[in-house]
């Protein structure tokens, strides 16, 4: 918490809560979310806007994060990677028509 109050204190406006999961050895629980108490904690002591990510691709969990106020933005990687229309597929089902300039 301390380096993330430094940077607030530095005039950072956003922090990124994600581990990367690259940690060799990491042995915790890894879930769709497991990230967000991480962000939560961060945006808790510091008073700073949070981002996570973490295997969150579901558009419903991810309204939930943020719905219930949980962090301010959710980042969406791999899930963009494996499919392109991801964006456009998850503004459908949330029932968004979208006027495309190719059908």
């Given at each position: 918490?301390?380096?993330?109050?430094?940077?607030?204190?530095?005039?950072?406006?956003?922090?990124?809560?994600?581990?990367?999961?690259?940690?060799?050895?990491?042995?915790?629980?890894?879930?769709?979310?497991?990230?967000?108490?991480?962000?939560?904690?961060?945006?808790?002591?510091?008073?700073l806007p949070v981002a996570t990510s973490g295997s969150v691709a579901a558009l419903d969990l991810m309204e939930?994060?943020?719905?219930?106020?949980?962090?301010?933005?959710?980042?969406?990687?791999?899930?963009?990677?494996?499919?392109?229309?991801?964006?456009?597929?998850?503004?459908?089902?949330?029932?968004?028509?979208?006027?495309?300039?190719?059908?």
């Amino acid at each position: 918490m301390q380096v993330a109050a430094w940077l607030r204190d530095d005039g950072v406006d956003l922090i990124d809560a994600t581990t990367g999961n690259i940690r060799p050895g990491y042995g915790g629980p890894v879930y769709p979310g497991y990230q967000v108490p991480y962000a939560e904690q961060i945006r808790r002591h510091t008073g700073l806007p949070v981002a996570t990510s973490g295997s969150v691709a579901a558009l419903d969990l991810m309204e939930e994060i943020i719905g219930a106020g949980r962090v301010d933005l959710v980042f969406v990687g791999r899930p963009l990677l494996r499919n392109p229309f991801w964006v456009i597929e998850a503004a459908r089902a949330a029932g968004v028509t979208l006027d495309l300039p190719i059908p």
